[in-house]
């Protein structure tokens, strides 16, 4: 009995790895410019439709959209393909360090 349990332990963690994603984040600006709530409800509406999007963050006071995706289902030119669609430019921001990483940067 406890070794069938191990096998189906093991299975199950074997499962888990093979169906991992590969999960990313992409964070750009657009053309033209985020200015209210509207804005950012048009990007977050029509973005959410394209295949492999799993989140979308907008931030009118940062004028940046992040975008989180399945990279085995899209990619970064996709994803700005599904800007254009909507009459935006997307361009993506070189990745930014995390608020915590910079606090540990700081200490050091």
Sequence with gaps: MKRRLVLLVA???CALTISAKDI???TCTTDPQMHCAGCENKIKE???FEKGVKAIETSVEKQTVKVTYDADKTNEENIIKGFAKIKYTA???PEQKDDEEKES???K
């Design 11 to 13: 299975a199950l963690g």
């Design 24 to 26: 990313r984040t992409v």
């Design 46 to 48: 029509n973005l959410r």
């Design 91 to 93: 361009t993506i921001l």
């Design 105 to 107: 940067e700081k200490k």
